[in-house]
């Protein structure tokens, strides 16, 4: 079975950095046809996708975010990192990880289709 468990910091301040990391075992985040990705839910709100990185590598965001996150990977632990820069208190959230299936047609994600997801992480951005 496909597990993914995060883990960071439960409060972050304002202005600084929030940093999380999402550990993935039973598979391979280098297993083709897959997109690990970070995802949202703001109290009472619904969830928003925040970006993904692919098998290969390669990063991809949302662009509704007033601040660019970044996701990298560390291969040899199977683990893939959300950094999210100078935090706000809008930024605070449940944050999951999640795998993305891929159409495999068209080689991109099945928008909204998630087969495993980890049990997510609550962060707070307060002073």
């Known amino acids: 079975q496909v597990q993914l468990q995060e883990s960071g910091p439960g409060l972050v301040k304002p202005s600084q950095t929030l940093s999380l990391t999402c550990t993935v075992s039973g598979d391979s985040i280098t297993t083709a046809d897959y997109y690990w990705t970070w995802i949202r839910q703001p109290p009472g709100k619904k969830l928003e996708w925040i970006g993904h990185?692919?098998?290969?590598?390669?990063?991809y965001y949302s662009p509704s975010l007033k601040t660019p996150p970044s996701i990298s990977r560390d291969t040899s632990k199977n683990q893939f990192t959300l950094q999210l820069s100078s935090v706000t208190p809008e930024d605070t959230a449940v944050y999951f990880c999640?795998?993305?299936?891929?159409?495999?047609?068209?080689?991109?994600?099945?928008?909204?289709?998630?087969?495993?997801w980890g049990q997510g992480t609550q962060v707070t951005v307060s002073s």
């Open positions: 990185i692919s098998a290969g590598g390669t990063t």
């Open positions: 999640a795998r993305a299936v891929e159409d495999t047609d068209y080689r991109r994600p099945v928008t909204g289709q998630y087969d495993y």
